[in-house]
């Protein structure tokens, strides 16, 4: 049997999503094609067939196929289930020949058979030649309660005609599996129309851009233009165009004007339908058609330009547009693209009356006109351009007088050109100005000159470009700079003192004393030096409380102008003197109980000079102190002492001193830590008194220390002294620290021969007395610290070396125990 591998596309597509599950939908097979991924789906809309048993077995899950034989023979087919899951039952009817489906009759063919009922390896069925029945699964005893129980699931092919035609419904029964049909068999089907290429849509596909007057994305499509390069004059063949693959492959609702077909998105796809007018048998395609939305953005569409007077009327509204100049503005990195401009939008989108290299406005101020723009990328675009004539600044002239200061009256002087600009541009502040020096450069813009600018000739006339700032346009005017010849006027204000507490050579100064006199239409500024008063650039803001900046000395300015013409120039000295240089605190004491102590205070003053440069005036607790004018003063009472230096600017500065009181210390207690393991014995000194104390050992020179405690102080007679750092004098008082030695060597060598305890005075402890025992607390000897000591024997002979234990009774019943080496 001749096979035909072409893949059904428009019917795996109806299978999976419409189901051609009642017989008028059935799908016509043709060219003897396998086909592969169908699906039945439902029992369909119409009851095609009922009581096709006495069982009275329904149609489920259907899928209906129509068969036209072209050439007689033999007819069977394959069902193979994608899945082998033997629940899955495929079952299938044949009607015919030459039935419709409106008489279908009895069917032909049947198989009921289930895989599972039946015990079969294989849920697979069909028609086959080694079959020889032509219904089966009914039962084996034919009852209706066993169906499905018998068959292999083959029943036997069919013996066919030329020109017949048979129905084919195939029921899914139980289970959910996709599957396959392979045909088998002797006879020949009709072979559907072909596309005469391999990818239909390859040649069919189409993109147009929306180049009609509206921008909908929309634009008409002839889906018939290239149709003959993929039919190629087949005959019979009636095509169809549609806009879903279902009304494709049934052949419905077709495109009615597909040579003006109109888009609904920007990328839609488009199904064709070969069907032959005799067979009926039909093939589908699919195509794109795109509409490329790729337009270019504009990223404006207005172009300014400035009245350019060229037909010497001023600020008329008209001049003249090159294009060029319009497309370099709008797209000055695209040297591909294609603008052409034109009247009006029906020329535009016609390219009709192009304009070319320039546009002379005819309506004053704004006129239209519209751009058509592509290249190889974009569409075309056409955008409405708006033409803006901008007017030119108004033209004008102004005057500036300076003043000349110099000694030789050249006339030649420092200008400030900008301060001429509220005369320039009107007080508009949307102008802007820049100086030449002759009118050529003014207009072109170049070798523009500073502001600050030193006229070469008196008078000098210079030009200014006065431009708008908004609209880039620009106008001529002129500037004339003339000289007027003046003396400084000098004035000094009265020096003040550096008494603002900071002492740095500033100072306030009240700028309006230098008692400048202007009449009404004449204005006074002050600036910190010349140069600003010829610039009049910073001038000073708050006059009544100006800061020198120069510290001590520095003059200032005054300009007197009337119109903006300089008329003077004042020159102003500020000068800020210094005060004494001195230590402005001290402090001191006299000492209690001694009137003879005196206190010697001094001016303090720190500066190189001598002290008569400077008067002197003493008080205490806020009295003046007569008769004393000198730079000491020698007091002998506390309190708080003032004196006021002054020097020959008549600038003061005050000193204060402290005068309180000091004395010697009283001690109250010495506490005493003796006796100790680790010699860790200390002494602390308890005193009262006004003053501020030091403390020293042994010796009245010191060294002195702040801490009332001496720390590790070994066993021994030591004398405490007790300093006032104010000079009031020092007190001092002998104390004992008592200590045992640890250990003593009784080798008759001189040194450390006798124990006993150390630092006890005997005059105050003469009756006290010292136990000293063995390890097992015998006592072996009896001493006093007022003895020589223990000399390591016993009853006169001499003891081992070991430990040895000793008390301490003392007269005031305090007891001191410990333990000591003797060493040999």
């Known amino acids: 049997m001749n096979r035909v591998k072409i893949f059904l596309l428009f019917l795996i597509v109806s299978l999976k999503f419409y189901g051609q599950n009642d017989c008028k939908d059935f799908v016509t ?33 259907s ?97 066919t005609q030329d020109n017949e035609s048979y129905f084919i419904v195939i029921c899914r029964y139980s289970g959910d599996s996709k599957f396959s049909v392979t045909w088998n068999g002797s006879a020949k089907l009709y072979e559907p129309p072909t596309f005469k290429t391999p990818d239909p849509g390859f040649i069919l596909n189409s993109e147009k851009c929306d180049t009609d007057s509206v921008d909908d994305n929309a634009t008409l ?131 009709l009356n192009e304009l070319t290299e320039f546009f002379y406005n005819t309506i004053p101020a704004q006129q239209f006109i519209y751009a058509k723009a592509s290249d190889s990328f974009y569409c075309p675009t056409i955008r409405k351009i708006t033409l803006n004539v901008n007017p030119l600044p108004a033209k004008t002239s102004a005057t500036l007088r300076q003043c000349d200061s110099s000694k030789n009256g050249s006339g030649l002087v420092l200008f400030n050109l900008d301060q001429a600009n509220s005369e320039l541009t009107l007080e508009n502040p949307n102008m802007v100005t820049h100086f030449f020096l002759n009118k050529n450069d003014a207009e072109n813009n170049t070798n523009a000159i500073a502001p600050d600018f030193y006229n070469t000739t008196n008078p000098q006339t210079l030009y200014a470009s006065i431009t708008n700032s908004i609209t880039k346009c620009s106008t001529v005017g002129t500037l004339t700079l003339k000289t007027n010849p003046v003396s ?101 004491n006299v000492c209690e109980g001694s009137s003879s102590y005196y206190a010697h205070l001094e001016s303090g003053i720190t500066e190189n000079s001598i ?95 702040d801490s009332n ?33 640890k250990f003593f060597t009784p080798n008759n060598d001189g040194h450390n021969d006798y124990w006993n305890i150390e630092g006890l005075n005997t005059d105050v402890y003469k009756k006290a007395v010292i136990f000293i025992y063995d390890r097992y607390g015998k006592l072996i000897k009896q001493i006093h610290p007022s003895d020589l000591g223990w000399d390591g024997t016993f009853t006169g002979n001499p003891l081992p070396s070991d430990d040895y234990w000793y008390t301490l009774k003392l007269e005031d019943n305090r007891e001191a125990k410990g333990h000591f080496s003797l060493k040999r």
Request: aromatic share 10%.
């Open 488 to 588: 400084i006027i000098e004035h000094t204000l009265n020096p003040v003192c550096d008494d603002d507490g900071i002492e740095d050579g500033l100072h306030l100064f009240d700028l309006s004393d230098t008692g400048i006199v202007t009449s009404n239409l004449q204005t006074v500024k002050y600036y910190s030096s010349e140069k600003d008063a010829l610039l009049e650039k910073d001038a000073i803001e708050n006059i009544k409380a100006y800061q020198n900046r120069i510290p001590y000395n520095q003059d200032v300015y005054a300009r007197v102008e009337e119109n903006n013409n300089c008329l003077e120039i004042h020159k102003i000295n500020l000068e800020v003197n210094k005060l004494p240089s001195i230590e402005t605190a001290g402090f001191t």
């Open 63 to 159: 899928l209906w196929l129509k068969v036209n034989i072209q050439k007689g023979g033999t007819l069977g087919f394959t069902l193979t289930p994608e899945s082998s899951d033997l629940g899955i039952d495929f079952d299938f009817y044949v009607f015919g020949p030459n039935v419709s489906c409106d008489n279908l009759g009895d069917p032909i063919r049947y198989t009921f058979t289930n895989p599972q009922l039946a015990k079969q390896s294989t849920n697979i069925t069909g028609m086959s030649s080694i079959a020889s029945e032509s219904f089966e699964g009914l039962g084996v005893q034919q009852d209706c309660k066993d169906i499905g129980t018998n068959g292999d699931g083959f029943v036997q092919w069919l013996t």
């Open 611 to 705: 002290a008569s440069n400077f008067s002197y005036e003493w008080t205490k607790d806020g009295i003046q102190i007569p008769n004393q004018i000198l730079p000491t003063l020698d007091v002998n009472e506390t309190g708080i002492y003032t004196v006021t230096v002054k020097n020959k600017f008549n600038c003061s500065k005050t000193r204060t001193i402290e005068v309180t009181t000091s004395n010697k210390a009283t001690i109250t207690k010495i506490d005493i830590t003796d006796l100790t393991i680790n010699d860790s014995n200390k002494i602390t000194v308890i005193v009262t008194g006004k003053g501020e104390y030091e403390y020293a050992l042994d010796n009245p020179n010191g060294p002195f220390q």
């Open 221 to 351: 499509f002839d889906l018939t233009q290239k149709i003959d390069a993929v039919v190629q004059n087949q005959p019979d063949i009636t095509i169809t165009y549609h806009t879903n693959a279902n009304d494709a492959i049934l052949g419905e609702n077709p495109i009615m004007h597909p040579e003006a077909f109109r888009n609904t998105s920007l990328k839609q796809k488009i199904y064709i339908r070969l069907t032959n007018s005799i067979t009926k048998c039909f093939t589908t395609a699919d195509f794109s058609i795109s509409l490329n939305n790729y337009k270019l953005q504009f990223p404006t569409t207005t172009f300014d330009v400035c009245d350019d007077s060229s037909d010497g009327n001023d600020n008329n509204g008209k001049s003249k547009f090159y294009l060029k100049d319009i497309t370099e503005t709008f797209f000055p990195n695209k040297k591909d693209l294609n603008i052409k401009y034109y009247l009006t939008q029906a020329d535009a989108e016609n390219n």
């Open 709 to 741: 405690t001496f720390e590790n102080v070994p066993a021994g007679i030591y004398e405490v002294y007790i300093n006032d750092k104010k000079n009031c004098g020092t007190i001092h008082k002998t104390v004992a620290v008592i200590g045992a030695p």
């Open 29 to 61: 097979v043709c060219g003897n094609n396998n086909l592969s991924d169908l699906t039945a789906q439902g029992a369909g809309l119409i009851k095609d067939f009922k009581d096709i048993t006495r069982c009275k077995i329904p149609e489920v899950s």
